[in-house]
């Protein structure tokens, strides 16, 4: 298949897509229009659109509330998954640590870490403090238990294969556990992004000045619905965009779920033992005329 | 969404060993409290924040039994959260179960079905509560929108799990539409179901609370809210831990339903389902 061939395809799949969406839109556009639904309560798709340019371009507000919203989610969530993490690993190394901690794990999972909004603003003030705060507690659990499963997933075989070739304790934590962990890490860690974003919108609903969860709160509460679900739609992207950073890291770092990946690290490192002289040239000679054998016969 | 495993630490069957087990749970129990209390009453902590636990005992006793002002509240975010649940996570189940025995609307929801995922969706409160207004309909709807969307998706994530050779097999030996979905789609898709109801759960209480956050009278969020504004912490606290009473109760709730429903998933249960209908076997014959 060609590249144009390639474009083409491409268009055709998202043809219906398009067609759908503007239909979806037009419709609700003449809803609102014609006094379907009360416009006051629905905004119409033409109204929430130029609030977006709005926020965006004229005015260009929204940008600073967005790094703010976006800072606090980014750092509260840094110190919860180094939280999670480390825990995660003390109580995977040590089985006496995990036995007397994890019943306050559990006691702080059964609370609706929301609820602790009121306290946590008594504790960090109304600044960015309180929202980082509120973003690390609600996104420490779930990390915390996906890495803790996967650091104590064990396979019976492989831990054999590494005691039989001698692996010390460091080897096999860093050599085994670590990667085997990893795929369940990241859907921890994936959980906790999108849940630290929570954090910080709703710390920001209670007390703020300046973040997207204020500006959705001021909004709604002026009754200007358009721009309040122009902010709503920021939020999904922000949510998405995080979302697909998690996505792309864990694309990177467990490269070996996915075939193009585990194909391009494999020959990156038979390259580098070639280059270092550990195994003769030869050995992709000999793969060559394999791989060319049935051509000749 | 992927499930979580909360089991943090396997069972011991030795009795003796858990006796002891427990007892040592205890002693680190009593002593955090200890510290905690001698530390607030030596004045290393600032008892305005770190209010001590013979206070937020007493706080329980006050707000439990001497005022006995929480039942009130905390019978509002019940009925909010329960509510709020069966209704979203009817809508929701419901909602997959049409998607997903339908592959032409299938594949065009999909793109939108994400963007929602990835909306917080407790962000949507302050729109809905404006357009609802502050009464108790708006948070039903909010818990009912939270509590939406992992049915849903975890419902259509089981529709489409299921096994093509067994629908093959189904189509094969000429059962209908409905029978394959009454005894191929259903069971197979059950447990990733309640996967998403236990989600769902979860979330629902949150939900109720930011809503209650954002503007109510009553409520436990309205408590504590209150509570921690007139800075009087022990109550906060003592509320907060009622709230974490009640999510682990509504966590086990779900559990032991979990176990009814998906009985083929847990050994016990199973056993037991099979030894009825042994005897009912039995019986007939």
Redesign the interface.
């Known amino acids: 298949m060609t590249s144009s061939d390639r474009i083409l395809h491409v268009v055709l799949r998202a043809l219906p897509h398009l067609a759908i969406f503007t239909a979806v839109i037009l419709l609700w556009e003449l809803a609102v229009t014609r006094a379907w639904v009360d416009p006051f309560l629905i905004p119409p798709p033409s109204r929430v659109s130029a609030s977006f340019l709005r926020l965006y371009v004229t005015e260009g507000t929204i940008w600073w509330h967005l790094f703010v919203t976006m800072l606090e989610a980014v750092i509260g969530f840094l110190i919860g998954a180094s939280a999670g993490i480390a825990l995660a690993v003390a109580s995977s190394v040590h089985e006496g640590f995990r036995r007397y901690v994890s019943p306050y794990a559990v006691v702080l999972n059964v609370t609706p870490g929301l609820a602790l909004t009121p306290l946590v603003i008594a504790w960090f003030g109304f600044d960015w403090g309180s929202k980082i705060a509120l973003a690390a507690i609600i996104c420490f659990f779930p990390i915390f238990v996906n890495t803790l499963a996967g650091l104590t997933r064990r396979d019976a075989d492989r831990e054999e294969l590494f005691a039989s070739l001698g692996a010390g304790p460091a080897d096999l934590f860093w050599k085994l556990r670590v990667p085997a962990a990893l795929p369940l890490a990241f859907a921890g860690l994936k959980i906790g992004m999108t849940t630290a974003l929570i954090g910080a919108v709703v710390a920001e609903f209670a007390q703020a000045t300046e973040g997207v969860g204020i500006l959705l709160q001021r909004y709604s509460f002026v009754l200007d619905m358009a721009t309040a679900v122009a902010v709503l739609l920021t939020m999904s992207l922000m949510g998405l965009t995080l979302y697909t950073l998690m996505e792309i890291l864990d694309d990177r770092l467990v490269f070996w779920r996915r075939d193009a990946g585990l194909a391009r690290a494999s020959e990156h490192r038979r390259r580098a033992w070639v280059r270092d002289g550990h195994v003769p040239n030869e050995g992709t000679a000999v793969l060559n005329t394999n791989a060319t054998g049935g051509h000749k016969t | ?2 499930a ?3 089991s ?2 396997p069972p011991t069957t030795d009795a003796n060993l858990r006796r002891r ?1 427990l007892a ?2 205890l002693g ?1 129990f009593l002593a955090l409290m200890l510290t905690w209390e001698t530390a607030a009453r030596l004045g290393w902590t600032n008892p305005l ?1 770190m209010p001590q636990p013979s206070q937020i005992l007493n706080s329980f006793w006050v707000i439990f039994v001497g005022t006995g002002n929480v039942w009130r509240h905390l019978y509002v975010t019940l009925t909010e959260v329960f509510a709020g649940f069966i209704a979203g996570s009817v809508l929701g189940v419901g909602l997959a179960i049409i998607v997903g025995l339908n592959p032409l609307v299938r594949r ?1 929801l999909q ?1 939108y079905v ?3 995922e ?10 809905i ?3 609802l207004g502050f009464g108790f309909q708006s948070k039903i709807a909010i818990v009912m929108l939270v509590c939406f969307f992992a049915p849903f998706v975890n419902t259509l994530a089981g529709m489409l799990s299921v096994n093509r050779d067994g629908i093959e097999l189904f189509r094969s030996i000429g059962a209908s539409k409905w029978q394959t979905f009454r005894k191929l789609m259903l069971p197979e898709a059950l447990p990733t179901v309640m996967a998403g109801l236990r989600l769902a759960m979860a979330s629902a ?2 939900g109720a ?2 809503a209650e ?2 503007s109510a009278n009553e409520g ?2 309205v408590l ?2 209150r509570y ?2 007139s ?1 009087n ?1 022990p109550s ?2 003592a509320s ?1 831990l009622t ?2 009473a009640l ?2 109760l ?2 086990k709730g779900m559990e032991l339903l979990d176990e009814f429903i998906v009985f083929w998933r847990h050994e016990s249960r199973l056993a037991a389902a099979s030894r009825k209908r042994a005897r009912a076997w039995e019986a007939a014959r």
Do not use: K, Q
């Not at chain 2, 990835?118 to 729109?127: E, G, N, S």
């Open positions: 969404m992927a979580i495993d909360t943090l630490a087990r040592t749970h680190i924040f065009f793109p994400i963007v929602l990835a909306t917080p969706r407790i962000a949507v409160a302050p729109l509560i404006a357009a209480l949150s609370l930011v956050f954002i436990m969020m504590i809210d921690t504004g800075l912490m906060a606290f907060l709230l974490t999510g682990f509504i966590f």
